[in-house]
């Protein structure tokens, strides 16, 4: 482990006297999850870690890291619903955390949105080496419009209560600095791609896949409703994935008249290929994205993937592989199905 990444956490391997306490803030496993495990097996490197989980259904991205003790607390960490909610739940919650976490030398506390690490940074305030490791800021105005604005000048400001935020390329690292004050630094840790074998092309006719976790931002609904023609000639969808939107993404799926949509709810990374092929395309319909590892994993197998044309994903496609509207989406779709046989 290179002394650039020690330095995410403690400043010295001494600073970690204690171990390192992991508090994964989710009630989903995905792709954050699966990059927190990531940097929790760097950092069992040097020290030993203890990983505390809010759902059992994470335990298998956390379960094989060497020097590391896993603990389940159902509920313990954050809790469904939004600003308001989670801070009821960390001042609350404060004597049973600072109990179970006091003796950590470092605590990292991992979160998709900055909602869900407000429970832990309210009950763990003032502990000398608390960090969070958050992939972007998650801006609600892209869908709640003057609502989301109010909503960010609510939570974003939460940030200070940790020492150092980790986060994961530059562009996320310079909107977070414009929300911090006083000694709290914002460090990078980038996305963690596994070698990924090219899928091989079989005489499998080709699929639309979508993979990711099935919220809001993510718009999976919309993208089954959109692909619902006959226009482009794909006949099926696989979607790979879960989260708080999985009955409406059903519901979208038994409505589809064109398109055959299959839910194979959360798959590893390392198990996708198995159910992939050379010729598939990965669509990505997103409102709102920090920077998609799910499109770099799609490169590494060889794929070839279309995204919505938002800020984040302009980093890791080419404008041919962008769309910015239903029809745009279909015609490229129909380009693509027709190359696929020639």
């Not at 094989?64 to 603990?71: E, F, G, L, M, Y």
Request: hydrophobic share 45%.
């Amino acid at each position: 482990m290179k002394c650039a990444e020690v330095a995410l956490l403690a400043n010295t391997p001494s600073e970690a006297k204690g171990g390192c306490a992991f508090i994964v803030a989710s009630n989903v496993l995905g792709g954050h999850e699966y990059q927190s495990a990531a940097l929790a097996s760097h950092y069992a490197k040097i020290a030993p870690v203890t990983i505390f989980l809010n759902q059992e259904v994470l335990a298998p991205a956390f379960s094989r890291i060497p020097n590391a003790t896993v603990i389940v607390n159902p509920g313990a960490y954050i809790s469904r619903g939004t600003l308001p909610r989670q801070v009821l739940k960390g001042a609350v919650g404060k004597r049973h955390l600072v109990r179970q976490l006091s003796g950590f030398g470092e605590i990292v506390v991992c979160a998709g949105a900055i909602e869900a690490a407000i429970p832990s940074a309210i009950a763990l305030r003032g502990h000398p080496c608390l960090n969070l490791y958050l992939p972007f800021l998650y801006d609600r105005r892209v869908l709640w419009g003057a609502w989301g604005c109010v909503y960010n000048l609510l939570a974003f400001p939460w940030i200070n209560l940790f020492r150092s935020i980790i986060t994961i390329n530059r562009i996320q690292a310079t909107l977070m600095r414009r929300w911090v004050w006083g000694d709290t630094k914002v460090r990078v840790h980038r996305n963690s791609v596994l070698p990924l074998d090219r899928l091989p092309v079989t005489d499998v006719a080709p699929r639309l896949v979508c993979i990711g976790r099935l919220d809001r931002q993510k718009r999976v609904p919309e993208l089954i409703r959109a692909v619902d023609s006959p226009a482009h000639g794909f006949k099926e969808l696989l979607i790979i994935g879960d989260g708080p939107k999985r009955d409406e993404v059903r519901r979208a799926a038994s409505a589809a008249r064109f398109i055959k949509v299959d839910l194979l709810g959360w798959v590893p990374t390392e198990q996708q290929s198995r159910r992939l092929n050379g010729q598939d395309i990965l669509v990505l319909n997103s409102a709102i994205e920090g920077e998609p590892l799910v499109l770099r994993e799609a490169r590494e197998r060889g794929m070839r993937v279309l995204a919505a044309d938002i800020p984040g994903v302009r980093g890791v496609t080419k404008p041919s592989e962008r769309y910015g509207s239903k029809a745009a989406l279909l015609g490229k779709l129909a380009g693509l199905r027709c190359s696929s046989y020639s």
